[in-house]
């Protein structure tokens, strides 16, 4: 029987006044396909409020005008309950001006903050590709991220990180695909992975919920769960049997304007309080699929 996640209790949301797609870097993605300003900002709000109504804390950063993705707030940086924080440093440049305002803000609240590179010097760290599950930081790494950077994490803040290749360019980034639900559920999609990480998720995680291709591509991965609730951009009435099995409430939110941006729920909002504890190693360890 899993036990309630360690984190997740708060998140920084970024509100969408500048949600644009002006380029295209992901399947999802199409300029001929905008966003309803008033629309997003509604959903939005509705998913701010579906966290808060969870018990849920949320911090809100305003979005700058020149960086119509940093809506998706779950790449900023990766911040922990140990007071660090790793700056993502994206992989395409349009993206990167986000993180000037990233660091700020995680520096003006407190955390003490790492970078893996900037500028496109050094390894490429984006982090919706980083979640604590089990024993370790389980990192995606391939689209986005770059192998480099797990050493760094893992040196960086003496952790054990367990990487996962990502083989599926509409999964680019581990969010997508993996969703810890408590300490030893997730939902999984493992045809986003290579052969050998698929092997290692299923060693990494003792009880997988497989997502079908249908829910995968609906976004059900890309969900978070708030003390006892889910909230979910979809949710089959099989999945919805297993999370109520699981004695989770689930609360289905329409994200719509912000799929156009290849990204939901998950996507929209960045834990601030994952907790390292678990995965903690003198020295450090990355561990790489074979
Ligand atoms: N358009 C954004 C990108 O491609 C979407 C990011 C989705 N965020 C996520 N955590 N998966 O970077």
Known sequence: ???????????????????????????????????????????????RQAIIDAGGEVEVLDQRADSPDMVYAMNLG???????????????????KESLTAAEWFTE???????????????????GDAFVFGDSLVVGYGPRTEADALKHLATDWNIRVRGLRIAHEGMYHLDLP????????????????DAAGQAELFGIVPDPIVLTDEEAFAFSGNSLVVNQTVIMPACSPRLREVM????????????????????????????LDFDLAAAGVAGGEVVLPA
């Open 78 to 96: 990766l911040g922990t309950a140990q007071g660090r924080a790793m700056l993502s440093h994206m992989r395409f440049e349009p993206r990167r």
């Open 1 to 47: 029987m899993g036990q309630p996640l360690a984190w997740g209790r708060r998140y920084l949301m970024v509100r969408p006044d500048h949600f644009r797609i002006d380029y295209v870097i992901n399947p999802y993605m199409s300029t001929q396909d905008q966003p309803d300003p008033e629309l997003a900002l509604k959903q939005w709000d509705s998913l």
């Open 109 to 127: 609240h407190g955390f003490e903050l790492g970078r893996t590179g900037g500028d496109g010097v050094g390894p490429h760290f984006e982090s």
């Open 178 to 193: 993996f969703c810890p639900i408590d300490s030893t559920h997730a939902l999984v999609y493992p045809a986003a992975f």
């Open 244 to 271: 109520t099995g699981l004695g989770l409430r689930v609360v289905v939110l329409d994200l719509s304007e912000f799929h156009k941006g290849g990204g939901s729920a998950r996507c929209l909002t960045n834990p």
